[in-house]
């Protein structure tokens, strides 16, 4: 069965600092890997997904993630952070060849500060 | 509609009670999704439909949870005799098919129990 761990349950930035959120998965497979953030009261919103090809991911809001097999890592970057961006983060994986059913991580909080 | 509608929003019942919820996906989404997210966790996958069926139920902690999607579209949570630990926020997802991976969420039904 698949599993996700993120380390880190919470995270303060500086606004316009660069942020890295870690998820690192566990499936014996490649893997379908996404990115969700939560923001207080509002539904979970798909920042970007990874199914196959180049490893590194551009997603919306500016932020990107980098699938890396060998340490079964896929960490979501940022450059530099606006406030806007203080929310919840969940990684998510699910099997290959279907999404129906998606394993989340327990989220990491971000706040930013200014 | 334009996004996935869930009500109530918020749902306060005794112990003991029966709740119903309701989540109204994306028009034509054939594909939808109930998760369970508790205080600090993440979504934890309860049910698929793809169309009218449950494809999958392997997420539905026991007998007291059902959901129907009788017509394809409209699907409906079932809690019978609820108890405090079935307190949490019921997302529910949709998605155009099982293979539009990324669904789209739902802002959720808060579910407390006393």
């Known amino acids: 069965a698949q599993s996700v761990t993120q380390p880190d349950i919470h995270i303060t930035v500086s606004e316009g600092a660069s942020l890295e959120l870690r998820c690192n998965y566990s499936y014996g497979a490649t893997p379908y890997l996404f990115w969700y953030v939560q923001s207080p009261g509002q539904g979970l919103q798909l920042l970007l997904k990874?199914?196959?090809?180049?490893?590194l991911v551009q997603g919306i809001k500016g932020f990107e993630a980098e699938f890396k097999r060998s340490q079964s890592s896929f960490n979501l970057r940022k450059p530099s952070v606006h406030w806007s961006d203080a929310a919840e983060y969940f990684c998510a994986v699910g099997a290959t060849g279907t999404a129906s059913k998606l394993t989340f991580g327990t989220g990491t909080r971000l706040q930013v500060t200014l | 509609g334009a996004g996935v509608s869930q009500t109530p929003s918020n749902k306060v019942t005794e112990k003991g009670k029966y709740v119903e919820l309701r989540c109204d996906p994306i028009s034509g989404h054939t594909a939808l999704y109930w998760y369970r997210q508790s205080l600090g966790q993440g979504p934890e996958f309860l049910i698929y439909?793809?169309?009218?069926?449950?494809?999958?139920d392997s997420g539905l902690p026991n007998d007291r949870f059902f959901a129907v999607r009788p017509e394809g579209s409209v699907s409906t949570l079932k809690i019978q005799r609820t108890e405090r630990g079935d307190s949490a926020v019921y997302l529910c997802?949709?998605?155009?098919?099982?293979?539009?991976?990324?669904?789209?969420f739902g802002s959720g039904t808060r579910l407390t129990v006393v």
């Open positions: 997802a949709s998605s155009l098919s099982p293979r539009d991976y990324g669904y789209t």
């Open positions: 439909f793809q169309g009218t069926g449950a494809a999958d």
């Open positions: 990874y199914f196959s090809g180049d490893t």
